[in-house]
């Protein structure tokens, strides 16, 4: 059973950083690329940024680019987003969520993704 296991969320003034981890188990991540989502209350779920197995390649959506940094530890199976420089507007539930069907590029949709995480709450007060 393959399982997405998020933890690192919490409360942190503006301006400060955080660091997110996900583990994941159940199976074999090699063709898999793993992603970072994002939820705030009343919005939909949107993409943050992923990366795949080898970490050869990473993809950033634009509001989070030169702050935010996603990382693989393969021997761990571990994913990291670090968050440097939040704002308030980062405020939200943060999935990871895992895809082995591409051959090409990043999918940056929910429906694209097989396997989620429960997700941690990170909020960023001003």
């Known amino acids: 059973q393959v399982q997405m296991v998020e933890s690192g969320g919490g409360l942190v003034q503006a301006g400060g950083s955080l660091r997110l981890s996900c583990v994941a188990s159940?199976?074999?991540?090699?063709?898999?690329?793993i992603a970072w989502f994002r939820q705030s209350p009343g919005k939909e779920r949107e993409f943050v940024c992923a990366?795949?197995?080898?970490?050869?390649?990473?993809l950033y959506t634009d509001s989070v680019k030169g702050r935010f940094t996603i990382s693989i530890n393969n021997a761990k199976n571990t994913v990291y987003l670090q968050m440097n420089s939040l704002k308030p507007e980062d405020t939200a539930v943060y999935y990871c969520?895992?895809?082995?069907?591409?051959?090409?590029?990043?999918?940056?949709?929910?429906?694209?993704?097989?396997?989620w995480g429960q997700g941690t709450q990170v909020t960023v007060s001003s």
């Open positions: 159940g199976r074999t991540f090699t063709d898999y690329k």
């Open positions: 969520a895992a895809e082995g069907s591409r051959t090409i590029g990043f999918g940056i949709f929910v429906n694209e993704y097989h396997y």
């Open positions: 990366i795949n197995w080898s970490a050869s390649r990473q």
